[in-house]
């Protein structure tokens, strides 16, 4: 019988009922309880999942700690789908309570290394250090974390094998990004990167369920039973059966449009602009240093705790201090200084040059754009944005090659950008963007930015 002394439940609105071990745990065992409410992975509910569109889009109040006990879900749900093909393709396979727990434990510290703001801390701060979330994450994991992980025997429905214990190091490289050269692992844990790595992954399959529920986008916005269904490990990797391919196009074209109607709305963009002004010229008082070198300052540093500091700015002794606090109770005001007057996508199919086009970097867009301007308006202050999406497969790079298609006809494995349905998709956009104070000079603003993406962009009006 199922031992219920063991185990804890949350509800979440996206998967109903959420389950996870609760101690004690007999001969000291680790519960994931402990893991969930260590101040590592606490902290994360003092960070909102969507950066700044929980400023544009009222609901969307959610954070990181309600995604990764989402994604922890997702992980067991995709080993139960999965461990049986990965046993049938790999050797050397651990026990299904090991593969399980390992996933379950990778999908809850996936995201223990973000900051305020989540990935805008990684362009601003993190950066200036050589660092992402991911590298940091992965110090928190093999450093403190990593003796609870080391402790955990079982899953709320599984156990490991004797003998078996949880490597944190294991834990770290499957939520790292795939580095261009990086130590070999063995066959199995290469494939079951591909659920954190790739088209369709634990993470981003719980972040669209969540962000559209949240959002107000929509309640169901893909078929995750199917997704599930048909996928499959076959030794070339993960591999989605051809039955299950209308199920991944809507999955890929729904996780787009989230990005072109929420994550790049054109007002979330504009306080993400006004942020940066603030951030930068506040980073020496906000933190001050490498957060390798300050790990438990780093930890105490979220979106509540700098939010409470630059609101006391305002009657701060310094004078700098002041005019920056002004700045950011403006910001907190929603009294931001960019408002978008010209917009253009531009799609890029597979062969059409990307880099080193002047949609490729924003100073090379803004260069381009002052020039296309007539001579007395050049030095208008502007910002631009290039907002980019990637919509198919990797070809390129070492995260490329991830999943895979069964087609039953020929019976074979393929590269899954090689079907027809996938050949249809755009494999990137770009959505370009030009700001100003006021919209005085927006005929001439959206006249150069034609004449700048010329044949194949659209006047994207679903975001006006």
């Not at 990797?237 to 890929?252: K, M």
């Not at 949609?359 to 381009?368: G, I, M, T, V, Y």
């Amino acid at each position: 019988m199922r031992d219920f002394r063991h185990e804890g439940l949350t509800h979440d609105p996206i998967h109903g009922y959420i389950a996870f071990t609760s101690g004690p745990l007999p001969g000291g065992e680790t519960s994931e309880r402990e893991l969930i409410d260590h101040p590592w992975v606490q902290r994360l509910r003092q960070i909102h999942q969507l950066q700044t569109a929980w400023w544009v889009f009222p609901t969307a109040e959610h954070t990181r700690f309600q995604h990764v006990l989402g994604v922890m879900h997702l992980a067991a749900r995709a080993a139960e789908a999965l461990y049986e093909s990965l046993a049938e393709t790999c050797a050397d396979v651990p026990s299904r309570g090991y593969v399980e727990a390992l996933l379950r434990v990778a999908g809850l510290l996936h995201d223990v290394g973000h900051g305020p703001f989540g990935h805008f801390l990684d362009e601003h701060l993190l950066r200036d250090y050589g660092l992402t979330h991911e590298t940091l994450g992965r110090r928190i994991i093999v450093g403190e974390l990593a003796s609870l992980i080391c402790g955990i025997r079982r899953t709320p429905t599984h156990r490991l094998d004797p003998g078996e214990q949880l490597d944190p190091e294991q834990v770290a490289w499957l939520v790292v990004r795939p580095a261009a050269s990086e130590q070999s692992q063995p066959d199995w844990l290469r494939m079951l990167r591909s659920l954190f790595c790739g088209l369709y992954t634990v993470d981003n399959m719980d972040f669209v369920l969540r962000d559209a529920y949240m959002s107000g986008y929509n309640t169901r916005v893909f078929d995750l039973e199917r997704l599930l269904h048909y996928s499959f490990f076959s030794p070339a990797g993960l591999t989605i059966h051809n039955r299950g391919l209308p199920a991944l196009v809507r999955f890929i074209g729904v996780r787009a449009e989230l990005f072109r109607s929420v994550y790049f709305h054109r007002t979330v963009r504009a306080i993400d602009l006004s942020l940066a002004d603030l951030f930068v010229a506040s980073k020496r008082w906000l933190f001050p240093g490498n957060p390798l070198d300050m790990l438990d300052a780093y930890r105490r540093f979220t979106e509540w705790s700098l939010l409470v500091d630059v609101a006391r700015w305002p009657e701060s002794a310094d004078r700098q201090q002041r005019e920056l606090g002004a700045g950011w109770a403006r910001l907190l005001a929603r009294d931001h200084a960019w408002k978008m007057v010209a917009e253009r996508t531009i799609f890029f199919e597979p062969g059409r040059g990307e880099q080193g086009s002047i949609f490729s970097r924003q100073d090379f867009f803004l260069a381009a754009l002052r020039d296309a301007l007539p001579a007395a308006l050049r030095e208008l202050p502007l910002r631009v944005d290039l907002a980019r999406h990637i919509h198919r497969p990797g070809t390129q790079g070492p995260a490329a090659g991830q999943n895979f298609l069964y087609d039953p006809g020929p019976d074979v494995v393929r590269a899954l950008a090689d079907h027809e349905l996938l050949r249809q998709i755009p494999q990137a956009y770009r959505i370009c963007r030009v700001y100003a104070h006021d919209d005085t000079h927006r005929g001439e603003l959206s006249a150069a930015l034609e004449t700048l993406a010329g044949p194949g962009s659209s006047d994207d009006r679903t975001n006006m």
